[in-house]
């Protein structure tokens, strides 16, 4: 490997420590630099031996040489904060999602063509193994055409996971459920299918009136551009533990269900003309003691930063930022339709 690329994490809790630990184990990448507003004592980042800053923009001034900027901070901060370091010369890797407004997301699209800077976005279930084979049928068309998808997100998010004075639950911060628990696999859907339309919903606050300022259930269905229909059912109303994240899929040669607590097992697979392969095992979830998150896939969007930024010829992007922007519309396309 010739030069190291140099990351900073803005952001320490749960998602950038882990942002920081992958850098750190990747031998492309060098962690240069930790940034929170909290006082360094209390985040649980003494495995980090680099400067600490307590406001971002001390960080870009202070003279340190950084490629990659990772933004881990609040959601509603995303954009803002991936628009300032694109102007102080760095690239950006943003955590989901990239924006709560598409306005917004453009805003950080215009800024990384304006200033030929590359903006990362992670939606780290496009690594699983499941993601990946299922990515193959689609394209191969061995599934031929897509009559029905139908994706089921049931997670548990109570009061151990929305906390007094935290930023979950917050509708300027955390922006609301699809958002925050749920757009990896809006993305999924996304770039599996293609673009969604004629989109019908029904949202519900079942038992989280005094944990967040949103909605907590939802029922969406809709037509796909490319041909098809589909559903999303999402609640983080599921008592104690997640029960599961799915995705079936009807089509033309076969039907497909990937399941499991975060879409980690292909549970059902029969096509025309088809043996299942056996598919490498997923990473386990993220684990935040008392709430389960998605498949710890960040080592691969670090590896992808890395590849692309050293030059790495057949290398592109996983999840580019015009990917990252058709989430945020999609999800804003759906939450439009709240009463």
């Avoid at 360094?40 to 923009?57: C, K, M, N, Q």
């Avoid at 005094?210 to 098809?228: K, Q, Y």
């Avoid at 096509?271 to 392969?277: L, R, S, T, V």
């Amino acid at each position: 490997m010739d030069k190291k690329i140099k990351f900073a994490v803005i952001g320490c809790g749960h998602i950038g420590k882990r942002h920081a630990e992958m850098v750190t184990r990747d031998p492309g990448a060098e962690l240069v630099a930790l940034c929170d507003i909290r006082p360094r004592e209390e985040l649980g980042i003494e495995a980090y031996d680099v400067p600490f800053f307590s406001s971002f923009t001390e960080l870009l001034r202070s003279g340190l040489s950084i490629d990659v900027v990772n933004v881990c901070t609040p959601n509603g901060l995303h954009a803002a904060m991936a628009i300032q370091a694109v102007e102080a010369g760095c690239n950006v890797v943003i955590e989901k999602p990239m924006a709560l407004t598409l306005a917004d997301a453009e805003k950080v699209v215009y800024a990384s063509l304006k200033y030929r800077k590359q903006v990362f976005c992670v939606m780290q279930n496009r690594y699983s193994p499941p993601s990946v084979w299922i990515k193959e049928m689609v394209d191969s068309g061995k599934l031929g055409k897509i009559y029905m998808v139908q994706l089921n997100c049931y997670w548990n998010r109570d009061e151990r996971y929305y906390k007094p004075g935290g930023w979950h639950g917050d509708a300027a911060l955390d922006g609301g459920t699809l958002f925050t628990q749920f757009s990896h696999f809006i993305d999924i859907m996304y770039w599996l299918f293609g673009d969604i339309c004629n989109i019908q919903a029904r949202f519900a606050d079942f038992n989280h009136a005094g944990l967040t300022a949103f909605e907590d259930s939802g029922f969406v269905n809709f037509n796909f551009v490319n041909g098809g229909m589909g559903s999303l059912s999402y609640s983080t109303s599921v008592w104690n533990k997640n029960m599961e994240s799915s995705m079936l899929i009807v089509a033309e040669n076969g039907s497909v269900k990937i399941g499991g607590q975060y879409m980690n097992e292909v549970e059902y697979c029969h096509i025309k003309d088809y043996e299942m392969p056996e598919l490498a095992p997923t990473n386990p979830g993220n684990d935040y003691g008392p709430y389960k998150g998605s498949a710890q896939n960040h080592n691969f969007v670090i590896r992808n930063v890395v590849r692309v930024l050293s030059g790495a010829s057949s290398e592109c992007i996983t999840t580019n930022v015009l990917e990252g922007m058709k989430v945020v519309d999609i999800i804003q396309r759906i939450y439009a339709l709240k009463k």
